[in-house]
Antibody, heavy 119, light 111 residues
Framework: EVQLVESGGGLVQPGGSLRLSCAAS????????MHWVRQVPGKGLVWVSR????????EYADSVKGRFTISRDNAKNRVYLQMNSLRAEDTALYYC????????????WGQGTLVTVSS | QSALTQPASVSGSPGQSITISCTGT?????????VSWYQQHPGKAPKLMIY???NRPSGVSNRFSGSKSGNTASLTISGLQAEDEADYYC???????????FGTGTKVTVL
C-alpha cells in the first residue's frame, strides 16, 4: 500500500525552527518529485515546495523562499522540510504528496502534520 | 501566482447533477491539459478525483467527470449522493515561478 506519513509538527515561537519529515512506503521514492502543500485550517490548499527525484532541483513558493529548505534521503525513504524564521502566517497543516516524473497530479496525500507558530 | 477561482459553494439535491468551475489564465488552466481535482472531507487529506482534465483514477466513481474550455475547467458530479458532500479543489500546472496552483475551493452541500 502506498503511504505517506508526515511528522514533526508542533507549537513553535515566532522566529523559531521546525523540521518536518515525510516517511514514504509502498513505492519507489526515487522516481517521484515530492511536494509539500499547506492548508490553514478552514482555508484552501497552497503549494509550498518541491524536490526532484535525485534531490538536485528544488523550488519554493515566494512566501517561504529563503526560509524553508526541502531535502530528501531516498535510501531512508524520507522527505524533509526545514522551516526557519517561522512566522504566524506559516501556521497550517502541512501535507506531503508525490508527483511521478512526466505526470502532473498529486496522489496520494499524507494525513498532514500541524504547525502552529505562536508566542 | 494567484489561486484559481472557484465558487465558494454549490449545492444540489440527491440525484441531481452539479458543476464546479475553476477559472485561471493562459499560464495555467488555459495553457495545459494538466488540471486535476481533489475531494476533501472534513478532517481528512485531499483525494485525487480527476487528473489531466478528464481522467478518473481507478476506484473513483464514474459519476465524477471533468472538462475544460479555454481558461476554465469544470468538475461535474452526476447523481449527487450524500457522501459527495465535501470540499473540492482544482489544481493546475503553471508556467510561472510556482509550478502548481490550487483553486480557492468549493464546498458542496447535498440538500
Amino acid at each position: 500500500e502506498v503511504q505517506l506519513v508526515e511528522s514533526g509538527g508542533g507549537l513553535v515561537q515566532p522566529g523559531g525552527s521546525l523540521r518536518l519529515s515525510c516517511a514514504a512506503s509502498g513505492f519507489t521514492l526515487s522516481i517521484y518529485w515530492m511536494h509539500w502543500v499547506r492548508q490553514v485550517p478552514g482555508k484552501g490548499l497552497v503549494w509550498v515546495s518541491r524536490i526532484n527525484p535525485d534531490g538536485t532541483t528544488t523550488e519554493y513558493a515566494d512566501s517561504v523562499k529563503g526560509r524553508f529548505t526541502i531535502s530528501r534521503d531516498n535510501a531512508k525513504n524520507r522527505v524533509y522540510l526545514q522551516m526557519n524564521s517561522l512566522r504566524a502566517e506559516d501556521t497550517a497543516l502541512y501535507y506531503c504528496s508525490r508527483i511521478r516524473v512526466g505526470e502532473n497530479w498529486f496522489d496520494p496525500w499524507g494525513q498532514g502534520t500541524l504547525v502552529t507558530v505562536s508566542s | 501566482q494567484s489561486a484559481l477561482t472557484q465558487p465558494a459553494s454549490v449545492s444540489g439535491s440527491p440525484g441531481q447533477s452539479i458543476t464546479i468551475s475553476c477559472t485561471g489564465t493562459s499560464s495555467d488552466v488555459g495553457g495545459y491539459n494538466y488540471v486535476s481535482w481533489y475531494q476533501q472531507h472534513p478532517g481528512k487529506a485531499p483525494k485525487l478525483m480527476i487528473y489531466e482534465v478528464n481522467n478518473r483514477p481507478s476506484g473513483v466513481s464514474n459519476r465524477f467527470s471533468g472538462s475544460k474550455s479555454g481558461n476554465t475547467a469544470s468538475l461535474t458530479i452526476s447523481g449527487l449522493q450524500a457522501e459527495d458532500e465535501a470540499d473540492y479543489y482544482c489544481s493546475s500546472y503553471t508556467s510561472t515561478s510556482t509550478p502548481y496552483v490550487f483553486g480557492t475551493g468549493t464546498k458542496v452541500t447535498v440538500l
